[in-house]
């Protein structure tokens, strides 16, 4: 399983653009890149997945280089709510296959 | 979209009992879901994988006698920690993906349930 390295903790403004950028070396071919967002004692909840380039949905955009061995998650115009810890995984295609954690990014909102 | 749901979402035990906490897929069969412990300011830790109609795999160090797994039905996974003693007092929480066997599933994840042995 690829493991996956990000920083454990950022700060930000509220307003302010966030992106968070996660290592996976060992990326393999059928890997997709996902990512999750947990508030403390809620279960993970999913933000945005990808294979490879740039994939947005309503809440982020994931930016995955040609390589893909590292991704970055982008969150616009951060609020307060927006401060949880955020997962990036690596995993492969298909269902069968737990997803393991790595350490996250522990993510601060300030106004 | 798809909802896995735990149940309790909160129990506090005393040393020595057991205590079983539900996985529920409402809207999607699992023939597999997956069993996280959390501890405070820590990721999320796999335990086991369990599969419906047979055994339960264990992760390296998990104990299978004492974090019992049964997943009876396609929507149903059951986590029993039995004899729990207060380091057993953690965040629980399980996992189902959609479509297991088929390209591009999603993981979803219960609300966790929280156990305090006192």
């Known amino acids: 399983l690829a493991k996956t390295t990000q920083p454990i903790s950022m700060d930000s403004y509220e307003g302010q653009e966030v992106n968070i950028t996660c290592s996976h070396n060992n990326i393999a071919t059928n890997d997709y890149i996902t990512w999750y967002q947990q508030f403390p004692s809620q279960g993970p909840r999913f933000i945005i997945q990808g294979y490879k380039t740039k994939v947005t949905n309503e809440v982020a955009s994931l930016f995955i280089p040609a390589d893909r061995k590292s991704s970055t998650l982008s969150l616009p115009r951060v609020s307060l709510s927006d401060t949880a810890v955020y997962y990036c995984l690596v995993g492969d295609m298909w269902g069968n296959t737990p997803l393991v954690f790595g350490k996250g990014t522990r993510l601060s909102v300030i106004a | 979209g798809a909802v896995v749901s735990q149940h309790p979402s909160r129990v506090i035990c005393k040393s020595g009992t057991s205590v079983k906490i539900e996985c529920r897929s409402l809207?999607?069969?699992?023939?597999?879901m997956f069993w996280y412990r959390q501890f405070p300011k820590k990721s999320l830790m796999l335990m086991a994988t369990?599969?419906?109609?047979?055994?339960?795999?264990?992760e390296q160090g998990v104990e299978k006698d004492k974090f019992l797994i049964n997943h009876a039905s396609l929507t149903l996974s059951t986590l029993t920690v039995t004899s729990a003693h207060p380091e057993d007092s953690s965040f629980y929480i399980c996992s189902a993906r959609t479509d297991a066997g088929t390209v591009n599933t999603e993981a979803f994840f219960g609300q966790g349930t929280r156990l305090t042995v006192v």
């Open positions: 369990s599969n419906e109609g047979s055994k339960a795999t264990y």
């Open positions: 809207d999607f069969q699992a023939t597999t």
